[in-house]
């Protein structure tokens, strides 16, 4: 992939993965440790994963996808 290509795809990553941890972050403080362990079994949390499993899918595809020109070097 080009230099581009990859700065996109990491934006694109970081985003969901900022917000799937904050969210875990936050129930965890929450819940309380023996309550978060338990949590971490529920289907909210299993919507949670898949949302970022299917995030950072499309971010990769969006970043392929997207053409960028490479300028030829002399």
Do not use: N, R, W
Not at 43 to 72: D, G, H, N, R, W
């Amino acid at each position: 992939m080009q230099k581009k290509s990859q700065i996109l795809l990491g934006i694109l990553v970081a985003i969901p993965t900022i917000l799937f941890f904050t969210i875990y972050a936050l129930k965890a403080a929450k819940l309380g440790p023996s309550g978060f362990t338990e949590y971490l079994h529920t289907t909210e949390s299993m919507q949670y994963a898949l949302f970022y499993f299917v995030s950072v899918l499309c971010a990769y595809f969006i970043a392929k996808l997207i053409p960028f020109e490479s300028k030829p070097t002399d």
